[in-house]
């Protein structure tokens, strides 16, 4: 796969796709022309963003984005509905999963899901496209060997979804483009951006001038965003309702065993929750079931059968965000899931979830550290400091910046276009010959 520069006379459509962890967009170059946001999802409220979800209701049936969860519903859940995938493609234990007879690795998973973006894309511009420019968090690992891993499943996504030729580039790096879009005079700007799977820095002078290599100071990052968010009301709270906590006792055996990592983590985590449905761990806790301890075992064992069987898992985590985000803007957040067997109600704090949050946000800023360390500046070097991603949202996120940097300096970017418009910018130099990383 290649990243050759354009002929003049060939030129085409340059696709730039920001794929992310929870949304999706995708914007275009052509002629020089720049379309910074597609319509890709006219389902969505936002038709310029689609929701990173498929959904196969049947194996050989496959719905995308808000439309899959439309399907989904309508299907009584029944199914696979896949979210959050990005965040396998580290893991060399996760090749993927079966459905039924179909077998579908990860790369075809994101391949399909690519596929359908180009799909879209190519007919909002009335052009086929074999270019692209991929964003990729700065690091989808602190392991650079599954970091490689990770980027060699990506070129293989690519190439299933018909791409020749791709560029990947940071996806802070690219949001970094976009500021600099608008730069009137030299200034040397943190970019920080909080999405669902990665949190990234980029430091970078940018300036009026043409684009210079050198201007990229530091690239860092690291795998813990808004999901890891989410998880921690189940870590902490709510996994206790469906047996995180439930003894059970085989036949033949006069052990007491608890319910085991593989169930747990996957009852914890988005990206993992559809894995409940597995055969293997759905028949392990139907044996659980039979062999809970006490009746208050057995009523945990039996929610989470209801939470598998009943297909209410990614309801559940849609509640559990909802929350989340409730608790960026109030103190307290009443969280009720209302479903028969599985009626669930906490209310939570924002005291309550700094305190679950806190290793989260230590290697949030582990990593803001590194990238500090990489420019060889320290915070009174920075003169602009720009939030952006879903979760920068967070106060907890905002909080830390401002202390450190001060609030004067802090520009928080809410929308969610600025990877996609600086992969556009990205794409736009590709077209002229140039490369930036
Ligand atoms: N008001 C809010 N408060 C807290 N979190 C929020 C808020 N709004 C959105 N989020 C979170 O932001 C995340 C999605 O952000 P975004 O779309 O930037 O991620 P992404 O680009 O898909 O992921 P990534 O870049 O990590 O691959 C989700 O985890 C969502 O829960
Ligand atoms: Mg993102």
Redesign the pocket.
């Known amino acids: 796969m290649s990243k050759s520069p354009l002929s003049t006379k060939s030129k085409q459509p340059i696709l730039a796709i ?1 794929f ?5 967009l995708v914007g275009c170059v052509y002629n020089g022309e720049k379309t910074l946001a597609l319509p890709i999802d006219d389902l969505n409220a936002d038709p310029t963003m689609m929701r ?1 979800l498929l959904y196969f209701p049947e194996p050989d049936i496959c719905f995308y984005g808000q439309r899959a969860i439309e399907e989904f519903l309508e299907n009584d859940m029944e199914g696979r509905l896949f979210r959050s995938f ?1 965040t396998h493609l580290p893991n060399q234990a996760y090749l993927g999963t079966m459905f039924k007879n179909r077998v579908l690795s990860l790369e075809n998973i994101i391949g399909l899901f690519l596929l359908e973006l180009k799909k879209r894309a190519e007919l909002a511009i009335g052009q086929k496209v074999t270019h692209v420019v991929m964003g990729r ?1 700065a690091r989808y690992s602190m392991d650079e060997v599954a970091d490689g891993f990770a980027l060699h499943r990506m070129q293989r996504a690519c190439q299933f979804a018909g791409f020749t030729d791709v560029q990947f580039i940071p ?1 802070p790096l690219a949001a970094a483009f976009d500021y600099r879009r608008n730069a009137t005079e030299e200034k040397t700007i943190l970019i920080g ?6 949190s ?1 820095f980029t430091i970078m002078r940018i300036n009026p001038k043409e684009f210079s290599k050198k201007d990229v100071l530091s690239i860092e990052g690291c795998p813990l ?3 890891a ?2 998880s921690i009301f189940m870590s902490n709270k709510l996994n206790e309702y469906f047996g995180a906590k439930t003894r059970y006792m085989l036949p033949m055996s006069s052990n007491v065993m608890t319910m085991p990592p593989n169930v747990t983590t996957r009852l914890n985590h988005p990206a993992h929750i559809v894995h409940l449905k597995d055969k293997e761990t759905y028949e392990f806790v139907k044996e659980v079931k039979k062999c809970a301890l006490t009746p208050k075992d057995a009523a945990g064992v039996d929610r989470l059968f209801a939470l598998i069987e009943d297909n209410q898992i990614f309801p559940f985590f849609e509640t559990i ?1 909802a929350s ?2 409730e608790l ?2 109030s103190k307290t957040s009443n969280f009720k899931f209302d479903y028969p067997d599985i009626e669930v109600y906490e209310t939570f704090s924002t005291d309550q979830f700094v305190a679950w949050a806190n290793d989260i946000k230590n290697n949030i800023i582990s990593a803001l550290d590194r990238s500090l360390q990489q420019s060889g500046l320290t915070e009174k070097d920075i003169d602009l400091v720009c939030l952006t ?3 920068s ?2 106060p907890l996120i905002r909080q830390e910046f401002e202390n450190r940097f001060g609030i004067e300096k802090l520009q928080t970017q809410t929308e ?1 276009h600025s ?1 996609t418009a600086g992969l556009v910018e990205v794409a736009a130099l590709w077209e002229k010959g140039q490369t930036v990383s």
Do not use: Y
């Open positions: 920001d992310g962890t929870s949304n999706s990173t990005k968090p996806e951006d909080f999405g669902g799977g990665t990234d965003a808004g999901d968010l989410d965000e989340k985000k960026s803007k991603g879903g979760t949202k967070v969610f990877v």
